[in-house]
């Protein structure tokens, strides 16, 4: 629209000027000054409608949940000495959710904006402003709930300007892109009985370690290196100089979590859209989608979080597009690696669940835990299980009904032949909350609520 009305402009001048040298008259003239001046200053005007607007993007952090609310501030700001009539920013964000800002619309230079129940769709940054006067500033906070995990990107964005006429427009690069990761929600798990580890005879391990468990079994002097955590300040002061306790490896068995992300056994009803259902949903609550691969991350991932606030050693292994094998270990780092890392997964490995087993199988130190999360409902996943009793492994199924997200059948009789061969299972339908499902009490409910 915008070059065809200076095009349109342009052919005025040219007529007017080519019918005042052809017949000499002073109306032609005039009317070719007029177009001529109009596209020299709208010209003028365009090219300096952005000089001194500067577009700064504060997020604060780089990382969110689903469910939670990711906030970023965006300040524009004109250090020109002219005013600028109208700004418009273009943003090319990939990050969906549900919008909870009413943005800059309304607002005066220098007045933060105020947020409101708006849930529209997206990360809606792009905005246009009007009237920022010469050396003044617009803040304002796009608050966006997070409803899917991944990876996404936040800009490039860019501004946009032109003469009050709209002949010529004129943009420029505002602000780089950069990623935010928004992780995998994780549902609270009132109980999650994992199996102690067990040697052969019976036997329990005894080796000393450097980390600080819950089994102290003896004291020493102070070496250099000794946290002041190990200090035993009875037997410090009744001998006068610094004891420290000793302490020998926990117990306590290391769960490995093996998501099956082979995309021969997901399932998803055949209408089900890319993103949230249309419609606005409460603040507190956001929608699991319907899907094998999605019930199953968040089962991994309420697992790991719930184990790992216990200081259980936790590994995951899952081929997606790649290989992903996190090393088994405990605490906050751990937690995040392994969030982090469901993420991002996706579905589209081509190994099946047994076949992972019989690679990683040699990875399970004896006495660990395998946590099985798959909607295959073939038989051949007893098989891979009774290769990790040989290992002395001790194997758990979480298996999720493909028949209830519109799969094959089969899952639940799965379950119970698994069941009575003595192997704790979980089965998830699609509906339940996984929490509960995971604490031995399957409740369904209509929507997946942030913990």
Same mark, same amino acid.
């Given at each position: 629209?915008?070059?065809?009305?200076?095009?349109?402009?342009?052919?005025?001048?040219?007529?007017?000027?080519?019918?005042?040298?052809?017949?000499?008259?002073?109306?032609?003239?005039?009317?070719?000054?007029? !177009?001529?001046?109009?596209?020299?200053? @709208?010209?003028? =005007?365009?090219?300096?409608?952005?000089?001194?607007?500067?577009?700064?993007?504060?997020?604060?952090?780089?990382?969110?949940?689903?469910?939670?609310?990711?906030?970023?501030?965006?300040?524009?700001?004109?250090?020109?000495? &002219?005013?600028?009539? !109208?700004?418009?920013?273009?943003?090319?964000?990939?990050?969906?959710?549900? !919008?909870?800002?009413?943005?800059?619309?309304?607002?005066?230079?220098?007045? *933060?904006?105020?947020?409101?129940?708006?849930?529209?769709?997206?990360?809606?940054? @792009?905005?246009?402003?009007?009237?920022?006067?010469?050396?003044?500033?617009?803040? !304002?906070?796009?608050?966006?709930?997070?409803?899917?995990?991944?990876?996404?990107?936040?800009? *490039?964005?860019?501004?946009?300007?032109?003469?009050?006429?709209?002949?010529?427009?004129?943009?420029?690069?505002?602000? *780089?892109?950069?990623?935010?990761? $928004?992780?995998?929600?994780?549902? #609270?798990?009132?109980?999650?009985?994992?199996?102690?580890?067990?040697?052969?005879?019976?036997?329990?391990?005894?080796?000393?370690?450097?980390? $600080?468990?819950?089994?102290?079994?003896?004291?020493?002097?102070?070496?250099?290196?000794?946290?002041?955590?190990?200090?035993?300040?009875?037997?410090?002061?009744?001998?006068?100089?610094?004891?420290?306790?000793?302490?020998?490896?926990?117990?306590?068995?290391?769960? =490995?979590?093996?998501?099956?992300?082979?995309?021969?056994?997901?399932?998803?009803?055949?209408?089900?859209?890319?993103?949230?259902?249309?419609?606005?949903? #409460?603040?507190?609550?956001?929608? &699991?989608?319907?899907?094998?691969?999605?019930?199953?991350?968040?089962?991994?991932?309420? &697992?790991?979080?719930?184990?790992?606030?216990?200081?259980?050693?936790?590994?995951?292994?899952?081929?997606?597009?790649?290989?992903?094998?996190?090393?088994?270990?405990?605490?906050?780092?751990?937690?995040?690696?392994?969030?982090?890392?469901?993420?991002?997964?996706?579905?589209?490995?081509?190994?099946?669940?047994?076949?992972?087993?019989?690679?990683?199988?040699?990875?399970?130190?004896?006495?660990?835990?395998?946590?099985?999360?798959?909607?295959?409902?073939?038989?051949?996943? &007893?098989?891979?299980?009774?290769?990790?009793?040989?290992?002395?492994?001790?194997?758990?199924?979480?298996?999720?009904?493909?028949?209830?997200?519109?799969?094959?059948?089969?899952?639940?009789?799965?379950?119970?032949?698994?069941?009575?061969?003595?192997?704790?299972?979980?089965?998830?339908?699609?509906?339940?909350? $996984?929490?509960?499902?995971?604490?031995?009490?399957?409740?369904?409910?209509?929507?997946?609520?942030?913990?």
């Amino acid at each position: 629209m915008t070059r065809s009305r200076a095009w349109v402009v342009l052919v005025l001048f040219s007529l007017c000027l080519f019918g005042g040298l052809a017949t000499g008259r002073e109306l032609f003239y005039s009317l070719a000054y007029l !177009w001529g001046g109009l596209l020299i200053t @709208s010209f003028v =005007w365009a090219r300096s409608a952005l000089s001194g607007v500067i577009l700064e993007r504060q997020a604060r952090s780089t990382a969110a949940q689903v469910g939670s609310v990711f906030e970023e501030r965006l300040i524009l700001r004109n250090q020109g000495r &002219l005013p600028k009539l !109208w700004v418009e920013i273009r943003d090319h964000s990939t990050l969906p959710g549900y !919008w909870a800002t009413p943005g800059p619309a309304g607002l005066t230079a220098d007045e *933060p904006g105020t947020a409101r129940a708006a849930d529209l769709p997206g990360h809606r940054v @792009s905005s246009v402003i009007a009237g920022l006067g010469s050396g003044r500033e617009l803040r !304002w906070l796009v608050r966006t709930r997070c409803t899917r995990r991944g990876r996404f990107r936040l800009g *490039p964005a860019s501004l946009e300007s032109g003469d009050p006429f709209g002949l010529f427009r004129i943009s420029k690069d505002a602000t *780089p892109a950069h990623h935010l990761i $928004v992780l995998p929600s994780t549902d #609270p798990i009132a109980e999650f009985t994992v199996p102690s580890g067990y040697l052969p005879g019976g036997g329990a391990l005894h080796q000393r370690t450097n980390q $600080v468990t819950a089994n102290a079994v003896g004291v020493r002097e102070y070496a250099p290196g000794d946290g002041l955590s190990r200090i035993h300040w009875r037997s410090t002061a009744r001998r006068e100089r610094l004891i420290v306790k000793e302490f020998e490896i926990d117990p306590k068995v290391d769960v =490995w979590i093996v998501v099956d992300a082979s995309s021969m056994t997901q399932s998803r009803p055949p209408d089900l859209a890319e993103d949230q259902p249309r419609g606005i949903l #409460p603040r507190s609550e956001v929608r &699991l989608p319907p899907t094998t691969e999605e019930y199953g991350i968040a089962a991994a991932a309420s &697992l790991a979080f719930h184990l790992l606030s216990r200081d259980r050693a936790v590994g995951l292994i899952a081929y997606g597009r790649v290989r992903h094998v996190l090393q088994a270990n405990r605490g906050q780092p751990q937690l995040n690696q392994i969030l982090e890392t469901l993420a991002t997964l996706e579905a589209f490995g081509r190994l099946g669940l047994d076949e992972v087993i019989r690679i990683e199988a040699p990875r399970f130190p004896r006495g660990a835990t395998a946590v099985l999360i798959t909607a295959d409902p073939r038989q051949s996943l &007893l098989v891979a299980t009774q290769e990790l009793e040989r290992r002395r492994v001790s194997p758990m199924l979480v298996l999720l009904d493909a028949e209830s997200f519109g799969g094959v059948p089969g899952s639940a009789a799965l379950a119970e032949r698994a069941s009575r061969r003595g192997l704790r299972v979980r089965l998830i339908r699609c509906g339940d909350r $996984v929490g509960n499902v995971l604490s031995g009490a399957a409740q369904p409910l209509p929507a997946w609520k942030v913990a």
